[in-house]
């Protein structure tokens, strides 16, 4: 099953790759959500204009020294979301071709063809998510990391990101596999989008959020991986509460991505049947 996995998630990548025209749309969007609604919407701006002090902002926004260093670990998780609803198009695309009717009356097991889809997301949202770290470093007052950052501190960011496309990647392909149109793929990914995206702290810190919505907010995988990876990335070496705090992020975005891999699976098992 892993190499039929590989050779299918292979297929898909080679001719991502092949496309440059696949890379550039990601750093366009990197560099207008963190140069436009990273300086448009930047409550320092306002604390500044209005004589507020920033270290009300700085304390609000767990110790980040300007708001595009919040701003970057949410806005990884924002285009990792917006990515897997394209990304994830593909197998309907497949379907539309022919493609995947030929897959399934093939000797392969149904479980590769949807783990084919859900490990080629992961590596084109990985490439995505260090496309935006790279700007975020270079724009005009970008992000700014803790002294001390190393490799380490760069694996404990990326792992939560990796984490976070995980449970994306689950959940699209699974229901990409169900869609029988492209209609119907996006009826359902732009209604599940706004909700998620703007439930969590991608873009605001939870403080700013009504006490009702609180729960919702920090529940929402973005969530979970922002602030794991805003962790990383202000305060470098993590304290014993830090680390515990970190390590339950990424226990909740694991039992997200169980509970949508289960949900993957099925889907798979009863859409992939040979007609």
């Known amino acids: 099953m892993i ?55 700085k304390e609000a926004f767990g110790g980040a020294t300007n708001y595009i260093t919040f701003l970057t670990p949410g806005i990884i998780g924002m285009l990792a979301l917006t990515g897997m609803t394209f990304l994830g198009v593909d197998f309907v695309i497949d379907r539309l071709n022919g493609y995947l009717d030929m897959l399934k009356t093939s ?31 270079v724009v005009p007052n970008g992000l700014r990391l803790s002294s001390g950052f190393g490799i ?13 496309t995980t449970v ?17 793929f996006f009826a359902v990914v732009n209604f599940l989008f ?3 995206a703007f439930t969590s702290t991608a873009l605001f810190p939870l ?26 990335i202000v305060n470098g070496t993590l304290s014993a509460a830090q680390l515990s705090s970190y390590l339950g992020d990424i226990l909740g975005l694991l039992v997200y991505a169980i509970v949508f891999t289960a949900m993957g699976i099925f889907l798979a098992r009863n859409s992939l049947k040979a007609d």
Do not use: C, H
């Open 3 to 57: 190499s039929d996995t590989i050779a299918l998630s292979g297929r898909s990548l080679k001719k991502w790759i092949r496309n440059p025209f696949s890379i550039i749309p990601i750093a366009i969007q990197a560099l207008v959500w963190l140069l436009l609604f990273g300086n448009s919407f930047n409550p320092g701006s306002a604390l500044s204009s209005s004589g507020g002090s920033l270290g009300i902002l």
């Open 107 to 137: 000797p392969i097991p149904r479980a590769s063809i949807y783990f084919g889809g859900v490990l080629q997301n992961i590596v084109k949202a990985m490439a995505a998510a260090g496309i935006t770290f790279v700007v975020a470093l």
């Open 152 to 164: 380490t501190n760069l694996l404990g960011v990326f792992f939560a990101v990796a984490m976070l």
């Open 168 to 184: 994306f990647s689950t959940l699209f392909t699974g229901i990409s596999v169900a869609a029988k149109s492209t209609d119907s």
């Open 194 to 196: 706004f909700p998620v």
């Open 207 to 232: 403080s700013f959020f009504p006490g009702w919505l609180k729960p919702v907010a920090r529940a929402n995988p973005i969530s979970l991986a922002s602030e794991a990876a805003r962790l990383v």
